[in-house]
């Protein structure tokens, strides 16, 4: 009998136990995050070398490719294979000095994270503060978080008080190919001269 | 009046064509429907006088205005809210929020007097709820007109059809600070006034956003169009109040992000 019981208990271990043994909460890889970058931030080094930094932080904890595609809304759709690799490519490259030198305006930011809700199998919001200062008041940020591989949650967007960096990337894109008769090409090259400046 | 029939032919002028698309079909009936740039060559050239103006005057005046001791920054900003509670509580009142009427009222009056003419936010010290504005634009977005075209206002930035007409609504009797300053006869208030409130209105919002501002032009491939999208975010959790609501009400349409999944 007693046996019987461990080798069950065993069996359940190896079925449960190696896919849920690093499951991360949304929360925890949120704080995490924010931990890591506040870290590099608060460093005496100088601007580019917390570019750097921040930059490869990004690489593991945003979903870059998922943020690329939702950026060029319907547009995506009339892409081929090369164009669409081209746009992946160039989008990385935008988004990674985009985003860290966004980031690295900030020394030692704090923030708490509040709540997590979640809205579906791929997606919770992760709810923070970034702590005020004097100077400047305290602003609230969610986290969108795709779950879809609770082994590795990625971030997908922030909303600042409400305002979609996500969304405003969107629009900025729709903006260029609606100036310029849906000319792919047209924004691949602006992608292409932000990241060379 | 004749100034209520203004009024009413401006608000009807404007709210009609910011409900009607160019298919006929109304805003209200397509769910977070994109906000047309009717204007765009028009607008983008006002977006660049204005960023001209930025340049030369409003923010070398902004970064000055940094400098001054943060008790005279945050006493000023304090005013300045303190005097927007007149176009707040009625809007609180015309969007059907009586409770928040009479707690801005009750706001308005200790901050007026405790306060010192509003230099210090007894309100918030005694914890009054965190004070939100409201506008005339807003109160038509509450009552279902949609925001009409984008439209850059020169000098004054942007805006929609919608909220211009809100606007409107100040000057013709919305605003009782306006109307006190420019129409009333006393010796304390004048255009002046009303004029110099305005101005450091702009230049403490212009203050406190020097380097979000800066931060997203040198970040952004076509600035105009993320000053749009910010706006128009913006306006939309302003009307529907959901700034610090529930998330699940704020994040209840997913389209967008599930279809990624399905590409």
Redesign the interface.
């Known amino acids: 009998m007693k046996k019987k019981f461990f080798f069950i208990l065993f069996s359940v271990f190896l079925i449960i136990g190696p896919n849920n043994a690093f499951t991360i909460e949304p929360d925890v890889f949120v704080q995490s995050t924010v931990n890591r970058a506040s870290q590099i931030l608060s460093k005496n080094i100088s601007k580019e070398e917390k570019i750097k930094e921040l930059r490869s932080i990004a690489m593991e904890t945003v979903d870059i490719n998922?943020v690329a595609?939702?950026s060029l809304?319907s547009a995506?759709?009339n892409l081929d294979k090369n164009q669409k690799k081209k746009y992946l490519e160039l989008f990385e490259s935008y988004f990674l000095k985009?985003f860290s030198?966004?980031l690295a305006?900030y020394t030692n930011p704090q923030i708490e994270v509040k709540?997590k809700?979640f809205?579906?199998a791929?997606?919770t919001?992760v709810?923070s503060i970034l702590i005020g200062t004097?100077e400047?008041p305290e602003v609230?940020i969610?986290w969108?978080i795709y779950t879809?591989n609770p082994d590795n949650p990625l971030i997908?967007d922030l909303i600042i008080?409400?305002?979609?960096l996500a969304?405003?990337q969107?629009?900025?894109f729709?903006?260029?190919l609606n100036?310029n008769n849906n000319d792919i090409d047209v924004l691949f090259k602006?992608?292409e001269e932000?990241s060379k400046n | 009046m004749i100034k209520l029939l203004k009024l009413f032919c401006i608000l009807i002028m404007i709210t009609s064509s910011a409900l009607a698309d160019t298919d006929g079909n109304l805003e209200l009936s397509k769910k977070n429907k994109q906000v047309k740039d009717c204007f765009e060559p028009l607008n983008r050239a006002s977006f660049a006088l204005n960023q001209g103006l930025d340049k030369a005057l409003f923010k070398p005046i902004a970064k000055g205005y940094r400098n001054l001791p943060p008790s005279v920054r945050v006493g000023t900003g304090n005013v300045i809210n303190n005097i927007s509670n007149l176009i707040t509580i009625p809007n609180n009142v015309l969007q059907g929020d009586i409770k928040m009427a009479f707690i801005n009222t009750g706001r308005l009056v200790v901050n007026t007097t405790i306060g010192l003419l509003g230099i210090i936010d007894v309100a918030d010290n005694m914890g009054f709820p965190t004070y939100e504005k409201e506008d005339y634009g807003q109160t038509l977005g509450k009552w279902g007109v949609g925001p009409g075209c984008y439209i850059v206002l020169p000098v004054l930035g942007p805006s929609t059809l919608r909220d211009t007409a809100g606007s409107f609504v100040n000057v013709l009797g919305g605003d009782p600070w306006y109307h006190a300053s420019i129409n009333g006869n006393n010796e304390y208030l004048s255009e002046n006034v009303f004029l110099a409130s305005k101005v450091l209105g702009g230049v403490d919002f212009r203050a406190n956003n020097l380097e979000s501002f800066d931060n997203l032009e040198k970040n952004s491939m076509d600035f105009y169009a993320s000053l749009k999208s910010l706006y128009i975010q913006d306006r939309k959790i302003k009307i529907e109040n959901i700034k610090r609501g529930n998330i699940q009400v704020i994040y209840n349409d997913e389209g967008d992000w599930e279809e990624i999944d399905t590409k």
């Not at chain 1, 008080?161 to 979609?164: A, I, P, T, V």
Request: proline share 0%; glycine share 8%; charged share 40%.
């Open positions: 998922g595609y939702y809304g995506r759709k985009s030198s966004r305006e709540e809700v809205l579906n791929n997606y919001i709810s004097s400047r609230k969610d969108r879809k997908r008080e409400g305002l979609s969304r405003t969107k629009e900025e729709a903006s260029i100036s602006s992608l932000f």
